[in-house]
Nanobody, 123 residues
Framework: QVQLVESGGGLVQAGGSLRLSCAAS????????IGWFRQAPGKEREFVCG????????CDVAYVKGRFTVSRDNAKNTVYLETNSLQPEDTAVYYC????????????????WGQGTQVTVSA
């Protein structure tokens, strides 16, 4: 199995950027698909980006608008989420999740979750 720890969140002004990290433990990390999700107060958890074990990725949901990119470094057991041109609407707790399957936009397709890292964007 795999354990995940997110980091890199914080407070940033609108237009700024943050690099979030998802550090994983597990001998077979490279075989896992990693999804990034976010959840704002009073809202449902929503998909942000995903990357599979081969490095194929998607960040095509409308609310990302090409502003975010995802990458992985299997040698470091880490997946990154680069967030750019941040807006107050991006304020949320950001989670990474893992499973041995294709990239899914549905949170219930992932079995392993980190505790999240808070991203707050001020106007």
């Amino acid at each position: 199995q795999v354990q995940l720890v997110e980091s890199g969140g914080g407070l940033v002004q609108a237009g700024g950027s943050l690099r979030l990290s998802c550090a994983a433990s597990g001998r077979t990390f490279s075989t896992y698909t990693i999804g990034w999700f976010r959840q704002a107060p009073g809202k449902e958890r929503e998909f942000v980006c995903g990357i599979n074990g081969s490095g194929g990725s998607t960040c095509d949901v409308a609310y990302v608008k090409g502003r975010f990119t995802v990458s992985r470094d299997n040698a470091k057991n880490t997946v990154y989420l680069e967030t750019n041109s941040l807006q107050p609407e991006d304020t949320a707790v950001y989670y990474c999740a893992a499973d041995r399957k294709f990239i899914s936009r549905r949170s219930y397709d992932y079995d392993y979750w980190g505790q999240g890292t808070q991203v707050t964007v001020s106007a």
